[in-house]
């Protein structure tokens, strides 16, 4: 990098993989270049880290309001970045609103964000996925035809489209792979039952025990705690006292925890417990041990929910719709084989 904070144009046709004319051509604002090289130039630029020049920006096409959860959970910012990534490559321009504890709720955002004038909203695993929270809020915006999106959750009388992991799926693929590994008396840790992917988790949980595990009284092994690392291994407590040899997590947070609750009992995991997670955040792979979990597609399902809600901002009618997207059981190393079990 140049004395003057410049980026070479060696070093940007580089890591763009093109000429160092094309780069002059994209940095200039000249014509000559097609969309996907520019694409190139510019992402080379961004990780470079240097700002892109003012000629070359674009104007935004809009305000797109995102709320999301707290932010504790990496699975919500992977959510929001993932969003807004897709946001700005299509010209628009986010405006994320993270709830807080004690923090301005979700009915105070949405009032902001029209009164800055958004182009739509998107919600990530908001009040849409409470089954005893109103859906006014939601109805109302539909009235003013404001365009929305909502991630992972469902309402039925709101007249928009959803887009959710198959929670039903995650907790199956979970059984499936402890049982495979030779356990019986499998636990679900799992959140407080008024939430829609908590109640889908627990279906598909039943489920898969009844097929599977037809022997285990699979109601009697669902603890339900906070998505946290203390509310995990809270639930994980439980599960444990009650014999179970495999713990299905309903967030790698809730995971992390019941990995702590088996240790603080001498319980080797995987050795004594197998744990399995839900999410697959960044940082997942390092813990100790590596965490066996069941991945979100966060960027199929942000892709997805900005496509569709361009498309409600071009016009095209709301429908009442949900699409369902299939997770994927990544295995690491917090599950093994099953021991004798515990009665």
């Avoid at 109103?134 to 009235?143: E, G, H, P």
């Avoid at 709101?158 to 887009?163: D, I, W």
């Avoid at 495979?180 to 407080?192: K, S, T």
């Avoid at 603890?223 to 509310?231: D, I, R, T, W, Y």
């Amino acid at each position: 990098m140049p004395a003057n904070g410049m980026p070479r144009l060696t070093d940007i046709a580089a890591l763009a993989g093109v000429s160092e004319a094309t780069v002059s051509r994209v940095l200039n604002g000249r014509p000559g270049v097609s969309k996907p090289t520019r694409h190139s130039v510019l992402t080379a630029l961004d990780l470079i880290g240097y700002e892109r020049p003012p000629r070359i920006r674009q104007r935004s096409r809009g305000l797109v309001g995102v709320v999301t959860p707290e932010l504790d959970n990496p699975i919500f910012p992977a959510f929001g970045q993932a969003i807004e990534k897709a946001l700005t490559q299509h010209g628009y321009t986010p405006v994320l609103c993270t709830q807080l504890p004690g923090g301005a709720p979700e009915d105070e955002f949405t009032e902001l964000l029209l009164e800055c004038g958004v182009s739509a909203m998107i919600f990530v695993s908001g009040l849409h996925a409470d089954t005893t929270a109103r859906a006014d809020r939601y109805i109302r915006l539909v009235t003013q035809k404001v365009p929305m999106v909502l991630l992972n959750g469902y309402a039925a009388d709101v007249e928009a489209p959803f887009l959710s992991t198959d929670d039903r799926l995650a907790a199956r693929l979970a059984v499936q792979h402890l049982h495979a590994l030779g356990h019986e008396r499998i636990g679900l840790a799992v959140g407080q039952a008024r939430f829609v992917p908590v109640i889908r988790k627990i279906d598909g949980y039943r489920q898969a025990m009844a097929d599977l595990c037809p022997g285990e009284d699979a109601g009697a092994l669902i603890a339900h705690s906070l998505f946290s690392v203390e509310g995990g291994q809270a639930a994980a407590a439980q599960l444990l006292d009650r014999g179970c040899t495999g713990i299905v997590c309903a967030s790698d947070l809730m995971a992390i925890g019941a990995i702590r609750a088996c240790r603080d009992r001498g319980l080797d995991v995987p050795g004594a417990v197998s744990v399995v997670g839900y999410d697959d955040s960044v940082l997942i792979p390092y813990t100790d041990p590596p965490l066996t979990t069941v991945r979100q597609p966060v960027q199929v399902i942000a892709a997805a929910a900005v496509d569709t809600l361009l498309e409600l901002v071009a016009g095209a009618p709301s429908h009442h719709q949900e699409l369902i997207f299939r997770p994927e059981l990544i295995v690491r190393a917090s599950t093994g084989s099953g021991p004798k079990i515990i009665r």
